[in-house]
């Protein structure tokens, strides 16, 4: 019997993307050139809250070939990416698919709270993006860095500033303050300036943080 190989489902950009790069082109040149030279490519959804945010703690601290690989041996160790799976398998198992004691003490903090009820992706999306950081960094092991990317990726909010992204960062001190490096923006003088910055890139902030990440790398990074 000759298999039949079914292209991957192609999953629609967010309905407002056209406009904010329209919008976000008119008001900066160096966006406007930035988006010009990216055509091809939008931002997606992953779709799945609980995948979403267990593999963002998979990847902590390790380079994303590693996160792949562990990523990797974590979902076929589960079978089924879901709560129930996760709190099914003992630490020992998870542990040998390349996951430190920390970061398994936080993805069952994350499924039990799946699996209890505290939060119900269903509802995330009628909460304001403050009221979704406070729910998420009340697990453990997630951070507002890291309720920022949920927000973008997952949630596709169009205004999120991820104000601690060294990416974000390193794109900005090279498309528009040369002078500054990287780091001297995380202070919060530093913080200003992008702040000021980025108030041009309003209500889009996402998206502009999203060119000006490929304004390093052309390809895309999903979570």
């Not at 609980?50 to 601290?61: D, H």
């Not at 398994?104 to 403050?130: C, N, Q």
């Not at 960062?169 to 202070?187: E, M, N």
């Amino acid at each position: 019997m000759t298999r039949v190989l079914r292209p991957k489902p192609v999953r629609p950009r967010p309905p407002w993307w056209g406009r904010a790069k329209r919008e976000i082109g008119a008001a900066d040149p160096v966006l406007a050139a930035i988006i010009a030279r990216h055509p091809r490519v939008a931002l997606v959804s992953r779709g799945d809250a609980f995948s979403t945010l267990a593999r963002s703690i998979v990847g902590q601290q390790i380079s994303v070939k590693a996160a792949d690989a562990v990523w990797a041996r974590f979902a076929a160790t589960l079978g089924e990416v879901s709560p129930k799976g996760l709190l099914r398998r003992r630490a020992p198992t998870l542990r040998r698919c390349g996951l430190s004691e920390r970061k398994v003490e936080y993805l069952r903090d994350l499924a039990r709270h799946f699996d209890d009820g505290r939060i119900d992706p269903r509802s995330l999306a009628e909460l304001s993006d403050e009221a979704v950081i406070a729910l998420l960094t009340d697990i453990r092991g997630i951070g507002r860095w890291t309720a920022e990317m949920f927000l973008i990726f997952n949630l596709l909010r169009p205004d999120v500033l991820p104000m601690d992204d060294l990416g974000l960062l390193k794109a900005i001190s090279r498309s528009y303050l040369a002078d500054v490096p990287t780091r001297t923006l995380l202070s919060r003088s530093g913080r200003e300036r992008v702040e000021a910055l980025a108030s041009a890139w309003a209500p889009w902030r996402s998206v502009a943080t999203w060119y000006l990440w490929r304004s390093l790398d052309p390809v895309p990074v999903e979570y």
